[in-house]
């Protein structure tokens, strides 16, 4: 644990392309900022200190290289090993190189802790999460200073007050996985602080006796952030003081989140020499393309920074075609600055200030959704444009920066500065002379852990400090009458180590129930103070929800008790949440819900229907059983209380309806006839199994009957409902009730025998319809279960139901799984090629199943061949219907799901007005 006796205050930049330690010693009178160089491998058998530890994990194979080659002078636990070494000789081997880790730690389309990286490696390599990949540079830079301090164990990294910089724009949520992964280096209490305020302290750090020659009160800093994987925008104040003291730094603004950076110009040069190896005829992909992106990283560096007018690119061949496979061309310098100052840092006008802002995300490469406007300038203007009124309320003037202080390393290039520089005054319409001064960085590498070192002194109370707090504002939604509203728990700018209690929000849960709220986030609101309720709307980003459970009194004891909210912003920089009793002093932490990735959503315009209406549906859903001797159909006489259609009734209805048939699970066991319009009518109004606040509990009182299976098992229809709720439902499920699932099936789906293939079942359709709808389930386990249908396919013989499951078992796109259950090109490719050489009578029914399979999602790791999706565009080319046509543009461009496909996707139609596509596998490709 930390100690109040600290020997040093250390800063932790933990960068996507490099990561950099500095400290202060404060056993020294001077108490002076020094940077520590990581021991590290630098090359095979060479160990030495290096002034950055680049954030590249290599994962070396078992008879690749010499083990005593990589030995660390430190116990390790594994042979991954992190540094200059890892990153030279990974670009070699991509396939083993974890790379862009912080990237993947705000990436909430994946698992953050599923061993995804490197993302789209062979299976025989062993993979890591994001979290792991995190915790293993800090466990090296944990490992690395304890070796340097070992004759004094006082002096280890896990007793000093460690500072560790994150982006601005992370979430709350890719906060906390920093702190966990902190937690798994042995480092279990840090601070975080966002890289932008990190680098504007390394300069006050240089300028801490005369930064009143450089800045005057009034006056607003833009501090511009872009490194390897995102870009951050900081705005701060010096400000006059009320009781005539000196003025004081504060903190106006942070930005959105943004994963754009170094990366992404790297991604630009690539597809440019892409081009000019096969002039326009070839396209790289695996580990080629990974090659080229790393080769093209460095030629950028030679090339902006002036000391080359030309870099020759040679990509070798692979395998028997080493030498006849090799490909080589010249990358020149003016047309590198031509794709990075035209595509990255455009000109622009006092139009652009205005313009709508960029899309934040889409672009899908090496599986991260980059975002879609690879502008940075736009994104500036987008920026200083949304917190005009924030500059005008607190300082009465416009959001132009009288002064710019450029980090991170895609930013070294002067002429990359100039440009941002001059894009600035033609925002506002000003004089190319009226460009902010530039705040000289002479560190960018460094800039972020100094600031970060000098922040923890300026926490106890040394140095200049820069009023911040909480770099966004956070709600929770309330509903208000028959309206939902946002309620504002923590202010922007509430300080480290406050808390707020709300007693007038009050609410009022059922105890030994999941409790969950939907959270909400602001960069840009401004004025907004705990306890105000301000209308959702666009200036509200949504969090993944926040969940407890509240125990209390006897462990099934159905009771409401009343309890309001409280928050606090904790000393570590992170947002704690929880409900507080208000008839006992028991409270109840609220955590953050990431079971499932993409949570369905239901906007605020959904149809409602009055209560008593709901009421009277529901009691007419339960008397359609109470006939013993037979059931009613109950769809016709809710529709006509609730007047809607049965496709109409809104999810507020159908989970009553659920709630009360599961209450009853007996009344399915009166006859077959009640099972069926049981298993039925529960299997409708509970799709997706997922999207409302207590859908997970509802699926946990499920599940208890899963085990018995259906209750008249002899009737044939009796268990095609069975299997057709559980298809309903998957999506709530969870991967370990899925995988349960599946092994349960496997002597159906994997039969030993070989014998005569007997037709097709109706209840086998059904079954492969429930494995279709499991997005959970591993790679592994969904390929074995594509090769055991795949003999089953057949264009006339074949029942349409099948080729859907074997469509959406193989397809591209998600509806509500993480994006690393993706089947593998390599997997499918041949299944395409045999599918399209079959005798199809119907090309709508083959493009039907292909387009899921071939459908473009712009990531590479995912993609199938260009060739591959022409050759189907050829095919396919002979349907007649012009919208059916239309559909084939997604086989040559990344195009966004439309709710039709997505009911098609799920194959039926979900409650109205809910999603389950988050968007993040959608964007323009190529843009840059």
Same mark, same amino acid.
């Given at each position: 644990m930390q100690t109040s006796q600290s020997a040093f205050v250390v800063g932790i930049d933990l960068g996507t392309t490099n990561s950099a330690v500095s400290f202060v010693d404060l056993r020294e009178a001077s108490r002076g900022i020094k940077s520590f160089p990581v021991s590290q491998l630098t090359g095979a058998g060479v160990f030495a200190r290096n002034s950055v530890l680049p954030s590249f994990l290599y994962i070396p194979g078992s008879h690749e290289m010499d083990m005593e080659a990589i030995t660390h002078p430190w116990p390790k636990s594994t042979d991954i090993f992190a540094g200059v070494f890892a990153r030279d000789y990974g670009g070699k081997?991509?396939?083993?190189?974890?790379?862009?880790?912080?990237?993947?730690?705000?990436?909430?389309?994946?698992?953050?802790?599923?061993?995804?990286?490197?993302?789209?490696?062979?299976?025989?390599?062993?993979?890591?999460?994001?979290?792991?990949?995190?915790?293993?540079?800090?466990?090296?830079?944990?490992?690395?200073?304890?070796?340097?301090?070992?004759?004094?164990?006082?002096?280890?990294l896990e007793h000093q007050k460690v500072t560790i910089t994150v982006p601005a724009s992370f979430d709350e949520v890719a906060r906390e996985m920093t702190l966990e992964a902190a937690r798994i280096a042995g480092l279990p209490r840090v601070t975080l602080l966002e890289e932008p305020l990190a680098a504007f302290y390394s300069w006050l750090l240089r300028h801490e006796k005369n930064w009143m020659d450089f800045i005057k009160p009034g006056e607003l800093v833009l501090v511009c952030d872009m490194g390897g994987g995102t870009t951050d925008f900081t705005l701060i104040s010096l400000k006059?003081?009320? @009781?005539?003291?000196?003025?004081?730094?504060?903190?106006?603004? !942070? *930005? #959105?989140?943004?994963? =754009?950076? &170094? $990366?992404?110009?790297?991604?630009?040069?690539?597809?440019?020499?892409?081009?000019?190896?096969?002039?326009?005829?070839?396209?790289?992909?695996?580990?080629?393309?990974?090659?080229?992106?790393?080769?093209?990283?460095?030629?950028?560096?030679?090339?902006? @920074?002036?000391?080359?007018?030309?870099?020759?690119?040679?990509? !070798? *061949? #692979?395998?028997?075609? =080493?030498? &006849? $496979?090799?490909?080589?061309?010249?990358?020149?310098?003016?047309?590198?600055?031509?794709?990075?100052?035209?595509?990255?840092?455009?000109n622009l006008g006092p139009d652009d200030l205005r313009r709508e802002k960029p899309v934040m995300g889409g672009v899908t490469e090496f599986g991260l959704p980059y975002a879609s406007d690879p502008a940075l300038t736009r994104h500036m203007a987008a920026f200083l444009h949304g917190h005009k009124d924030e500059v005008q309320r607190r300082m009465e003037r416009t959001p132009k920066p009288d002064h710019i202080l450029f980090n991170g390393g895609a930013l070294k290039p002067l002429v990359i500065r100039d440009r941002i520089r001059s894009a600035i005054p033609a925002l506002f319409g000003l004089s190319p002379d009226e460009s902010p001064q530039e705040l000289e960085n002479p560190a960018p590498d460094l800039a972020v852990s100094l600031g970060a070192a000098y922040y923890g002194l300026v926490k106890s109370g040394m140095g200049v400090k820069v009023g911040s707090g909480s770099p966004r504002s956070y709600y929770v939604g309330v509903a208000v009458g028959d309206k939902r509203k946002a309620l504002c728990l923590v202010e922007r700018g509430l300080d480290e180590g406050s808390t707020i209690d709300l007693p007038q929000s009050r609410f009022e849960v059922q105890a030994n129930q999941p409790v969950q709220f939907d959270v909400f986030a602001s960069s840009f609101r401004s004025g907004d103070k705990a306890g105000d309720l301000v209308d959702i709307d666009d200036s509200l980003a949504s969090l993944p929800p926040l969940r407890t459970l509240i125990r209390f009194g006897k462990r099934d004891e159905a009771r409401n008790i009343p309890v309001h909210m409280a928050a606090a912003y904790t000393e570590m920089g992170s947002l704690a949440l929880w409900c507080r009793s208000e008839i006992t002093d028991h409270r109840w932490e609220l955590s953050f819900q990431l079971r499932q990735q993409v949570q369905a959503s239901v906007p605020e315009n959904r149809e409602t229907v009055d209560a008593d209406r709901i009421d009277s549906a529901v009691c007419a859903a339960l008397m359609a059983f109470e006939d013993t001797g037979g059931v009613d159909n109950p769809v016709r006489e809710i529709s006509a209380i609730v007047l809607l259609s049965k496709n109409q009734w809104p999810l507020d209805l159908l989970r009553k309806i659920s709630d009360a048939l599961i209450g009853e699970p007996d009344l399915r066991t009166l006859s077959p006839a009640h099972e069926t319009r049981w298993l039925n009518l529960l299997g409708f109004c509970l799709r997706p199994g997922t999207g409302e606040a207590f859908d997970e509990e509802r699926i946990r009182k499920l599940w208890k009957i899963y085990r018995d299976g259906p209750v008249f098992a002899n009737k044939a229809q009796n268990r095609n409902?069975?299997?057709?709720?559980?298809?309903?439902?998957?999506a709530g499920l969870g991967p370990g009730r899925q995988r349960q699932i599946l092994q349960d099936l496997s002597p159906l789906l994997f039969p030993k025998s070989k014998g005569k293939k007997a037709p097709v079942s109706q209840e086998m359709v059904e079954i492969w319809s429930v494995i279709a709808n499991m997005e959970h389930l591993s790679v592994q386990d969904k390929t074995r279960c594509a090769e055991a249908l795949f003999p089953q396919l057949h264009p006339r013989k074949t029942p349409e139901r099948l080729l859907w499951a074997f469509s959406r078992i193989c397809s591209r796109n998600m509806l509500y799984g993480p994006a690393d259950r993706v089947l593998p090109p390599s997997v499918i490719t041949g299944w395409v090629e045999a599918l399209m050489d079959m005798p199809w009578t119907d090309p709508e029914a083959l493009a039907a199943l292909l387009i899921p399979m071939a459908r473009m999602t712009g990531d590479r790791v995912r993609d199938l061949s260009p060739e591959l999706r022409q050759k189907l565009v050829?095919?396919?080319?002979?349907?007649?219907?012009?919208?059916?046509?239309?559909?084939?543009?997604?086989?040559?461009?990344?195009?966004?799901m439309e709710q039709r496909e997505e009911k098609a996707m799920f194959g039926e139609s979900l409650p109205p007005g809910l999603r389950m596509m988050a968007g993040a596998e959608t964007g323009i490709v190529d843009k840059a």
């Open positions: 081997v991509p396939a083993r190189l974890v790379v862009s880790a912080k990237s993947w730690l705000c990436h909430d389309q994946v698992d953050r802790r599923a061993a995804i990286l490197p993302w789209g490696a062979p299976k025989e390599v062993p993979k890591l999460s994001p979290i792991e990949a995190t915790a293993h540079y800090l466990s090296h830079i944990r490992s690395a200073w304890n070796t340097f301090h070992a004759k004094d164990p006082d002096c280890h006059e003081s009320e @009781d005539g003291g000196s003025p004081r730094f504060e903190r106006l603004a !942070v *930005g #959105e989140h943004l994963i =754009l950076g &170094g $990366d992404n110009v790297d991604l630009a040069l690539a597809r440019l020499v892409e081009m000019k190896l096969g002039k326009g005829d070839i396209s790289l992909s695996g580990d080629r393309w990974k090659i080229l992106c790393h080769l093209c990283r460095a030629a950028k560096e030679n090339l902006l @920074d002036a000391k080359k007018e030309k870099e020759r690119i040679t990509l !070798v *061949g #692979e395998g028997r075609k =080493l030498i &006849g $496979d090799t490909l080589s061309t010249f990358l020149e310098k003016d047309e590198v600055e031509r794709v990075v100052l035209e595509g990255f840092f455009p409902e069975w299997w057709i709720l559980w298809r309903r439902v998957a050829t095919v396919l080319s002979v349907i007649q219907d012009a919208e059916k046509r239309q559909a084939l543009t997604c086989l040559g461009a990344v195009v966004a």
